[in-house]
């Protein structure tokens, strides 16, 4: 048995075949597995937002090293993301990430394959110091690039975890993006629906800090996301009944801007009552906002999403046999957010395939993987001399949202009750 299979085998034991199974880490540690000798390796380079990332794949999945260098520390401190701050410290950080990752898979520059970075969609300053950086080091070693979309990077992490065939509905949930999307192929997206404002990592993260959660002892290094995930497993979220975004609009499209003005408006109210005037204060009713705020962004979640899934069904878009949601993105870690979605798929029939955390936040490694799978199909692979530039806005797929709004899909009752999490 090669190496990939007994870590295969690894993989499928820690498996619980009902449960909202996160698939397990795929790294390989240095000497415990020997890697296939034919295998060709991709270095991945992330650097769209506020995670400067790299890592080296090869062809079967294996990581043999990674590095990730998260900004969110200095990001929370300044109350969000300073794109030049941002920029600033990739620029300090890349090479020594870059170098990290080569240096724990044990190989050297040369018996590179290809070299993979994100291109689009991002901040444009951050992207741009991936891209020089990835432009010199393929230049300098000789070695093809392939530019990388990060949303579809995103969307395709699953496969290296997985045997997981197209065509599968897939749902990004991050910082920067909600979507729905169809993927039919590597390159090969319907996209369903998409944000009509904000994305739902953004509004957790803005009510995070209009609650001023840097200040609670528990969450002060918490990214809003996992603070308001941490608070709420303590709260009751029937304390504060927020309307679900857009239940008469009968397309996959999201909207979370309302919903944090809901949210905000409340928190005022409170403010005012309790008497709290700065930010050093909070608020005696916090877990309880945030398990309303979480409740309400996962039941608007899992409401687009069904939508999608019924309008796939109606269309025989996907595959009679083991259909499958990918749910992946920064906010895919949420536990919450994870068991709606579980519900939503055991009453659809859909198998629900989430990544460990680690592969659905941003990471060299989900980057890696995308520029495998164009290295065995042969696509997107350019020469070294070649002049490439980053795009800051890039659609994922064909855009049909339209015809989804043209089916008006009504959606059939659904009580997606969450039993409460606890720690
Ligand atoms: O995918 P990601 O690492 O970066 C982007 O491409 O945006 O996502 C970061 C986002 C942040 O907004 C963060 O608050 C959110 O993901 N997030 C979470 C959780 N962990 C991170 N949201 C909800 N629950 C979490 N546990
Ligand atoms: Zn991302």
Redesign the pocket.
């Known amino acids: 048995m090669h190496c990939t299979a007994l870590q295969r085998m690894f993989l499928l034991k820690g498996l619980k075949p009902n449960a909202c199974r996160p698939i397990l880490s795929h790294v390989v540690k240095r000497g415990t597995y020997c890697r296939q000798a034919s295998s060709r390796l991709v270095l991945g380079i992330e650097t769209s937002?506020d995670?400067t990332g790299a890592a080296v794949v090869d062809e079967t999945g294996l990581i043999l090293g990674e590095s990730l260098h998260c900004q969110k520390v200095v990001h929370l401190q300044t109350g969000g993301i300073i794109p030049a701050v941002a920029q600033r410290l990739h620029r300090e950080n890349i090479s020594r990430v870059v170098q990290e990752a080569i240096d724990r898979s044990g190989i050297s520059p040369s018996e590179l394959s290809a070299v993979a970075t994100t291109v689009k969609p991002g901040l444009s300053l951050s992207l741009g110091i991936g891209l020089d950086f990835s432009l010199a080091f393929v230049k300098q070693h000789q070695k093809p690039f392939i530019p990388i979309h990060h949303m579809e990077a995103h969307a395709l992490t699953v496969r290296m975890l997985e045997p997981v065939e197209f065509p599968f509905l897939v749902l990004l949930i991050?910082?920067?993006h909600a979507l729905l999307a169809l993927a039919r192929g590597i390159e090969d997206f319907l996209l369903l629906g998409q944000s009509t404002d904000e994305a739902p990592?953004?509004t957790?993260?803005k009510v995070a800090r209009r609650l001023h959660l840097r200040n609670h002892p528990e969450c002060s290094t918490m990214?809003?996301?996992?603070a308001?995930?941490y608070l709420a497993k303590q709260g009751n979220r029937h304390n504060f009944l927020f309307k679900t975004p857009m239940g008469q609009v009968f397309d996959c499209n999201f909207s979370f801007a309302g919903l944090r003005n809901q949210v905000s408006m409340v928190i005022d109210r409170k403010e005012l009552e309790e008497g709290v005037k700065s930010g050093d204060q909070l608020l005696s009713c916090v877990n309880d906002i945030a398990a309303g705020t979480q409740h309400t962004v996962a039941s608007h979640i899992a409401k687009r999403t069904h939508r999608a899934i019924l309008f796939c069904k109606a269309r025989g878009l996907l595959p009679q046999h083991n259909p499958t949601l990918v749910v992946s993105?920064?906010?895919a870690?949420?536990s919450y957010i994870r068991e709606t979605l579980k519900l939503l798929t055991d009453a659809t029939g859909l198998h629900l395939l989430c990544p460990p955390s680690k592969f659905?936040?941003?990471n060299g490694v989900m980057v890696a993987w995308n520029g495998v799978e164009k290295l065995r199909e042969g696509r997107g692979i350019l020469p070294c001399t070649e002049v490439v530039r980053y795009e800051p806005k890039a659609p994922l797929g064909i855009d049909i949202t339209a015809e989804v709004k043209d089916a008006a899909i009504r959606l059939p009752p659904l009580k997606l009750k969450v039993k409460k999490l606890t720690f």
């Open positions: 937002c995670d991050s910082g920067g990592g953004d957790l993260d990214s809003g996301g996992q308001i995930e993105g920064g906010v870690s949420n659905c936040t941003d």
